[in-house]
């Protein structure tokens, strides 16, 4: 089995860097920062209803497992799925080769209480900047 390829830049949704948006020389990805996934297993380790051999421990720990396989989950495209990243009006735009994956980054939101904002707009403008600009040479030279 392949070790995953290192990223050569990640950048961090503004809102309490709950979101990391990496770029490789294969492929870009997004998912929950480390950080993030991190709290969220303590917090499931530590809850109370985790201990115990009762139906709601029971229940709790099957809710645990199923939380634990979304917190790790990451879209993914490959650099060939992506024709270009941009940033436009304060958000990222990606351009796809094809057709999106079923769960792509446009479909991400943050926040709540009702206030939800894409995630897309929510990285800071020089990082998002950068990325772009990375993403670019990244391209360039995939396509060379």
């Known amino acids: 089995m392949s070790q995953p390829e290192s990223p050569i830049l990640t950048i961090y949704a503004a809102e309490e860097d709950a979101i990391a948006l990496s ?19 303590e917090e499931m380790r530590n809850d109370p209803d985790m201990q115990g051999n009762g139906l709601i421990n029971k229940f709790a720990r099957f809710i645990a497992h199923a939380a634990e396989k979304l917190i790790s989950t990451s879209i993914d495209y490959t650099i060939a799925e ?51 600009e990375k993403f670019q040479e990244v391209k360039a030279h995939a396509s060379a």
């Open 23 to 41: 770029l490789s020389e294969a492929m870009v990805s997004m998912r929950l920062s480390e950080k993030i996934v991190n709290q969220a297993r």
């Open 82 to 132: 992506i024709a270009n990243v941009s940033y436009t009006d304060g958000a990222l735009v990606f351009t796809y080769t094809g057709k999106k994956h079923a769960l792509s980054f446009e479909d991400i939101t943050i926040g709540d209480h009702g206030d939800k904002t894409p995630v897309l707009r929510a990285f800071p403008p020089e990082s998002a900047r950068a990325f772009v």
